[in-house]
């Protein structure tokens, strides 16, 4: 038979990472030495404490279904951590756990956001928000994240993006992938907007606890705005917990209820031994001097790339403010973004990205993470470096 695939389908995109991922790891199957900058990943191990709390859960027979929404414990935990982050008072009905921050994105989507509906996304942004916002049957709207504003939006210009169908704001802060960070004064000004014309702010604090310079700001944490804020944080990034697939989303309750219901129909719920380690993430010291170490080390590297980049002729690097990622400018190259991230794979031996992997306004630059060691770095900008030198402008 042929299979006849729903037009929904069409709509779903995919993340540049995996798919640049796969074909780095064919190149090493035969024998090539790759360097990996392409994944979002950090390199260090999830801190031993927690997987000890972990172990212990198992072993204390925690390997059954959960409650859909999250054990009661751990969703408390969460609303303490929120409660003491933001100075918002939370409950545990506010919050939901799900098997990855993906899920708690495309449930907001499917509960709050209907075909036709307006999604403004930051350009270039992750790029499952536009994904999703599509597959949804809605309609995702740039945001423009430029290099002349520090990657950072522009509040009037959003503004004139807001239309009669405007339904949510996605923001990301520290974001992937320019390591942008939002002000105080942007998240004050964004609430103003989303106040004003009565929208739902989806904020992506995945990497709020990587932020090197400057304090974190949450739209959560502003008057009015917990009753209109999905705020999405995770094991992921901080923690070095990638594999370990918990997604945290605080929301009003009512919001939450929906979520348990869209949970309940496709993965019931999160691993209860996964859950019962968040505890241990969020509350132990161990855990806190593990997050803070991890961070310098990503500070050091930080610098060492920038710096390393900046020397090369026709590119420039803005210095990011947080996350593990740097986003450099190679206009100056001559070379095409797409081109030259695989010209570096498959001739020098580095896994970059290309900007527009995350949207139109990334053309012209390329992604690298920053998760690898320091020396690996310094391999793989001196590969990027003799790789551009010896092609010249006119391979591209």
Request: aromatic fraction near 6%; charge should be negative; include cysteine.
């Amino acid at each position: 038979m042929t299979l006849r695939f729903a037009d929904r389908m069409a709509r779903l995109g995919t993340e540049g990472a995996f798919e640049v991922l796969a074909q780095a790891r064919v190149l090493e199957a035969q024998g090539r030495e790759i360097i990996h900058l392409e994944i979002g990943e950090p390199d260090f191990d999830t801190p031993p404490n927690i997987v000890d709390a972990a172990v212990k859960a198992m072993r204390d027979g925690h390997t059954h279904y959960t409650p859909a929404s999250g054990i009661m414990e751990v969703r408390q935990a969460v609303a303490r951590s929120v409660t003491e982050n933001t100075g918002v008072e939370t409950s545990p009905l506010n919050v939901v756990l799900t098997p990855g921050s993906k899920n708690i994105i495309h449930f907001a989507l499917l509960s709050l956001v209907s075909p036709g509906d307006e999604v403004l996304v930051p350009d270039p942004g992750y790029p499952n928000y536009a994904s999703l916002t599509n597959f949804t049957g809605a309609v995702p709207v740039s945001v423009p994240m430029r290099e002349s504003r520090d990657f950072r939006l522009d509040v009037e210009e959003l503004r004139t993006l807001v239309t009669d169908r405007t339904r949510m704001i996605i923001l990301n802060t520290p974001a992937n992938p320019t390591g942008g960070c939002l002000t105080a004064s942007d998240i004050l000004a964004i609430a103003g907007i989303a106040i004003e014309r009565d929208l739902v702010v989806l904020s992506d604090e995945l990497y709020w606890r990587l932020i090197y310079e400057g304090e974190h700001v949450s739209p959560y944490s502003i008057p009015g705005m917990a009753e209109r804020t999905v705020l999405i944080d995770g094991l992921s990034k901080a923690w070095a917990m990638c594999g370990w697939r918990l997604g945290m989303g605080v929301m009003p309750v009512e919001l939450a209820k929906s979520m348990g219901t869209l949970m309940i129909n496709t993965s019931s719920c999160t691993a209860s031994f996964t859950q019962l380690a968040t505890v241990e993430a969020l509350e132990s010291p161990l855990s806190d001097a593990a997050v803070d170490a991890m961070r310098e080390e990503f500070r050091t590297r930080r610098d060492l790339v920038v710096e390393r980049l900046n020397r090369i002729p026709g590119v420039r690097c803005h210095r990011p403010a947080g996350a593990f990622y740097v986003f450099p400018n190679i206009t100056g190259t001559g070379w095409n973004e797409r081109a030259l991230a695989h010209s570096l794979l498959h001739e020098a031996g580095v896994a970059v990205l290309p900007g527009t992997a995350f949207g139109a306004h990334g053309a012209g630059f390329l992604r690298l993470s920053y998760a690898n060691s320091v020396p690996n770095l310094e391999r793989a900008l001196e590969r990027i470096a003799v790789h551009l030198a010896a092609a010249g402008p006119a391979a591209s």
